[in-house]
């Protein structure tokens, strides 16, 4: 596992222990909210932009920081969107090879024209696994290094 990765895993599992000790509070956000959770991924990701409250730019598309555990995510027509295990919602609309930085199980929309295929790629750049649209369903995003979208 990269750097990349280990630390990746390791945020999401301090992002979750900290909402494990707030759990007893109705009105208890995570640290930084939304905000925080964009402006870190920003400072990640140089020449990326914030583009409204929750969503910025992505190589390929957008990426949206919503309520993590949603189970259907919405996509528009011919777009692939993915949500991981940390919320981040990820929404493809250009074709193209692109780096993937989700992580944690969580669920894809492969809502492009019928027929094209979206494939999912290991670190080393081996096809993991592929999704042939219109299709839906979860999926482990940890392992997923790379996405083309069709």
């Known amino acids: ?24 509070s109705a009105s208890a956000a995570p640290a930084g909210g939304t905000q925080g959770r964009i402006d870190s991924y920003l400072a990640a990701h140089p020449g990326e932009r914030q583009l409204a409250a929750d969503k910025a730019t992505m190589p390929g598309g957008t990426v949206t920081f919503a309520v993590p555990g949603t189970a259907a995510i919405s ?11 940390n919320g981040k919602r990820y929404d493809y609309y250009y074709c193209g090879y692109y780096d ?5 199980d969580g669920y894809f929309n492969n809502s492009q024209s019928t027929g094209t295929v979206a494939r999912f790629y290991n670190e080393n750049g081996t096809e993991r696994w592929s ?9 482990s995003w940890t392992p997923v290094w790379h996405i083309r979208p069709c």
């Open 75 to 85: 996509c528009s027509a011919g777009h692939l969107c993915i949500q991981d295990g």
């Open 100 to 104: 993937f930085y989700g992580i944690g």
């Open 131 to 139: 999704s042939r649209a219109p299709q839906s369903g979860t999926a």
């Open 1 to 24: 596992m990269s750097v990349r990765k280990v630390l990746a895993v390791t945020a999401a599992a301090v992002a979750l222990a900290g909402s494990q000790l707030l759990a007893g």
